[in-house]
């Protein structure tokens, strides 16, 4: 995400792609990498963008770096939700995807949101498997071919 095209695209293919879970009782929290490197800030400028287009019910986090899981459960108590729909925020939903958030162990953002008393549900399914994420990096890449 390079330009303020993509963060609204990715907003909308976020958004569109879980309208299912859309619930007022149920909020979804997208988990990314995270880095300690200044590019860092997409998580949270993606995050403020989903809240003020209207959708203070989606969450992004990132599992190395801020906002963590632990910024984010304030915010789900204030909402008073009772379930969490967890996606990975990454191109594939692999290690991070499958251990630290989906994993059974109690570090993982499912069984630390499930001792924190909401019904988790976690979705597997990298942002590379969605059509739309796939023509954005199709459109970079023929942009990139251009120069």
Same mark, same amino acid.
């Given at each position: 995400?390079?330009?303020?095209?993509?963060?609204?695209?990715?907003?909308?293919?976020?958004?569109? /792609?879980?309208?299912?879970?859309?619930?007022?009782?149920?909020?979804?929290?997208?988990?990314? @990498?995270?880095?300690? @490197?200044?590019? /860092?800030?997409?998580? =949270?400028?993606?995050?403020?963008? &989903?809240?003020?287009?209207?959708?203070?019910?989606?969450?992004?986090?990132?599992?190395?770096?801020?906002?963590?899981?632990?910024?984010?459960?304030?915010? &789900? =108590?204030?909402?008073?939700?009772?379930?969490?729909? &967890?996606?990975?925020?990454?191109?594939?939903?692999?290690? @991070?995807? /499958?251990?630290?958030?989906?994993?059974?162990?109690?570090?993982?953002?499912?069984?630390?949101?499930?001792?924190?008393?909401?019904?988790?549900?976690?979705?597997?399914?990298? &942002?590379?498997?969605?059509?739309?994420?796939?023509?954005?990096?199709?459109?970079?890449?023929?942009?990139?071919?251009?120069?």
């Amino acid at each position: 995400m390079i330009s303020n095209q993509d963060f609204s695209e990715v907003a909308s293919v976020l958004i569109e /792609n879980t309208r299912q879970y859309n619930a007022d009782d149920t909020a979804v929290v997208f988990m990314g @990498h995270g880095t300690e @490197h200044d590019a /860092n800030v997409v998580y =949270h400028r993606l995050d403020g963008l &989903l809240k003020t287009q209207g959708n203070e019910r989606y969450f992004i986090g990132t599992v190395e770096a801020e906002p963590s899981i632990e910024d984010i459960i304030p915010e &789900l =108590h204030s909402l008073r939700v009772k379930k969490v729909v &967890l996606l990975p925020f990454m191109i594939v939903a692999g290690d @991070h995807a /499958n251990n630290d958030m989906a994993g059974e162990e109690e570090d993982s953002w499912k069984s630390i949101l499930e001792a924190e008393g909401y019904t988790v549900t976690p979705v597997l399914k990298g &942002l590379g498997e969605y059509p739309e994420i796939q023509r954005i990096f199709a459109r970079h890449i023929s942009e990139a071919i251009m120069l």
